[in-house]
């Protein structure tokens, strides 16, 4: 039994390992294919949130913050760089006037549609290039079980259950 903890332990490390060396790859790669258009990758995730056809009316910066899981200071931010660079606005929502309305602006729409979103696709071409459909799709499904465990984490849980995955 303590072997068998041994050696899950051990996989864990690895995945957690791997999992850390794909984000800090993603930011590098990710950034340099969109680098002509002036994004990073935070960006990127900025502007595809905003994208979305469900938030064509823009996002609350708490409810941005929530959907990207970042804090609201760090997302300020990029925001703001966003911002200045002309790609979003944000003003008091009307609905709430202290709450802040974030919305892409025409032309960001247009550098995000036509020029960033062209380099993305092939850049997940590439990145993805000897994954099947199949292959896309469980390591999605893995993924969100992971995500759903260190939100439960986040979220003052101890990620234990009552069940054993080690007991026979």
């Given at each position: 039994?303590?072997?068998?903890?041994?050696?899950?332990?051990?996989?864990?490390?690895?995945?957690?390992?791997?999992?850390?060396?794909?984000?800090?790859?993603?930011?590098?790669?990710?950034?340099?294919?969109?680098?002509?258009?002036?994004l990073?990758t935070?960006?990127?995730?900025?502007?595809?949130?905003?994208?979305?056809?469900?938030?064509?009316?823009?996002?609350?910066?708490?409810?941005?913050?929530?959907?990207?899981?970042?804090?609201?200071?760090?997302?300020?931010?990029?925001i703001?760089?966003?911002?200045?660079?002309?790609?979003?606005?944000s003003?008091?929502?009307?609905?709430?006037?202290?709450?802040?309305?974030?919305?892409?602006?025409?032309?960001?729409?247009?550098?995000?549609?036509?020029?960033?979103?062209?380099?993305i696709?092939?850049?997940?071409?590439?990145?993805?290039?000897?994954?099947?459909?199949?292959?896309?799709?469980?390591?999605?499904?893995?993924?969100?079980?992971?995500?759903?465990?260190?939100?439960?984490?986040?979220?003052?849980?101890?990620?234990?259950?009552?069940?054993?995955?080690?007991?026979?």
């Amino acid at each position: 039994m303590d072997q068998a903890h041994e050696m899950r332990t051990e996989l864990a490390n690895r995945l957690f390992f791997r999992l850390y060396q794909c984000a800090n790859m993603l930011h590098k790669t990710g950034s340099r294919a969109i680098e002509e258009e002036g994004l990073t990758t935070q960006q990127w995730a900025v502007l595809g949130a905003l994208s979305r056809p469900q938030v064509d009316g823009g996002m609350k910066l708490g409810d941005l913050a929530r959907y990207l899981m970042v804090s609201r200071q760090n997302l300020s931010g990029v925001i703001g760089r966003l911002e200045r660079a002309g790609h979003l606005v944000s003003a008091a929502d009307p609905a709430d006037r202290r709450s802040r309305l974030i919305q892409m602006t025409d032309n960001g729409r247009r550098v995000w549609q036509h020029f960033a979103l062209p380099k993305i696709r092939g850049y997940y071409d590439l990145a993805l290039k000897d994954f099947s459909t199949n292959d896309i799709v469980h390591t999605v499904h893995y993924l969100l079980k992971i995500l759903d465990n260190m939100q439960a984490l986040d979220e003052g849980g101890d990620g234990e259950s009552d069940i054993d995955p080690l007991a026979d």
